[in-house]
């Protein structure tokens, strides 16, 4: 049962963090490469904070605070760029952040990691706080389903999709597009350090290796896979996609291929990325459905 826990807490924290990059590629049509280093930036921040004596929630929130303003900061000059090139300048800032974790050794421990992150105090420690610790993810992921839900069908969430279908007609429309994106990057920031915080937290330990490219191929996968530019889509990709992970760790591998197992857990992700977005690029839900039923 306490695997089961540990599974469901794991899907609910990658939901999070899937549903805060479907805020940019989904609705927005910004390919964010680099989200994975929101997601670290939010767990060192909360580590660090937490380990230093502040008190979790106040941890969290400034890890989401942080977060934002390296977003914003982020933003600034990578908006400027459009297309495959806005791609690469994200994709080159989450290996500036890899670098960083792994070299500050000062502020992060470099390759050794931060040990010893504690779990609020209500929760406590060890096996026994994961019932506690899922009704803690759950509410912040549900928390940030409804946030993201009610800002995705608000007058701006519709802004960000005519940016998304056609920036020069959104432009023609008198919307400032760099304004309303840069917004966006903040907002997904946002909810990305929350995602890193409930990790930092839940595993009690992080390091450099934590905050890869494999990472963010997987969370792609879980927002292509269940649906971009859907509320519920993301979490089913989130779902999905970490069961299936664990259920590779349990089919029967000869002990001269284990070592092969996590390199090509990365292929078949990649693999399954690719098909998806060739085959299915609407993912499980599609978008055109869910506004028919809506408007049905």
């Known amino acids: 049962m306490d695997y089961i826990y540990h599974i469901i807490i794991i899907c609910l924290i990658y939901s999070i963090f899937a ?32 380990l230093k004596g502040v008190s979790i929630p106040v941890a969290m929130m400034m890890a989401m605070a942080i977060a934002g303003i390296a977003g914003a900061l982020f933003s600034i ?9 806005f791609g690469i300048a994200t994709f080159v800032f989450a290996e500036m952040a890899h670098l ?20 609020p105090d209500w929760i406590g420690s060890g096996i026994t706080s994961l019932p506690l610790f899922l009704v803690f993810a759950f509410f912040a992921a549900f928390a940030t389903f409804l946030l993201l839900r009610r800002i995705t069908n608000s007058p701006y969430g519709r802004a960000l999709k005519v940016i998304r279908e056609d920036e020069f007609v959104a432009q023609a429309l008198g919307k400032n597009t760099f304004i309303i994106k840069t917004k966006t990057i903040i907002v997904g920031s946002i ?7 409930l990790w930092a937290h839940y595993i009690t330990y992080i390091s450099p290796s934590d905050f890869t490219l494999q990472e963010t191929i997987l969370v ?9 530019g859907t509320n519920f889509g993301p979490v089913i990709g989130a779902f999905a996609i970490i069961f299936f992970g664990e259920f590779i760790r349990f089919i029967p591998i000869p002990s001269g291929y284990v ?38």
């Open 191 to 197: 909810f990305a350090g929350l995602a890193g915080a």
């Open 220 to 228: 792609l996968l879980c927002v292509v896979l269940g649906g971009k």
């Open 19 to 50: 549903q805060s990059l479907n805020l940019e590629l989904g609705f927005t049509g910004l390919y964010n490469f680099g989200h994975i280093a929101f997601f670290g930036i939010g767990a060192y921040a909360s580590a660090l904070l937490s």
């Open 100 to 119: 960083i974790f792994l070299n500050e050794r000062d502020l992060t421990e470099g390759p050794m990691g931060l040990p010893g992150i504690p779990r």
């Open 77 to 85: 000059p990578a908006l400027r760029l459009s297309g495959d090139y």
């Open 259 to 296: 070592r092969f197992v996590a390199p090509s857990q990365g292929m078949v992700y990649g693999f399954i990325l690719i098909v998806m977005m060739l085959k299915r690029p609407q993912g499980i839900i599609s978008e055109a459905r869910r506004s028919s039923e809506k408007n049905a």
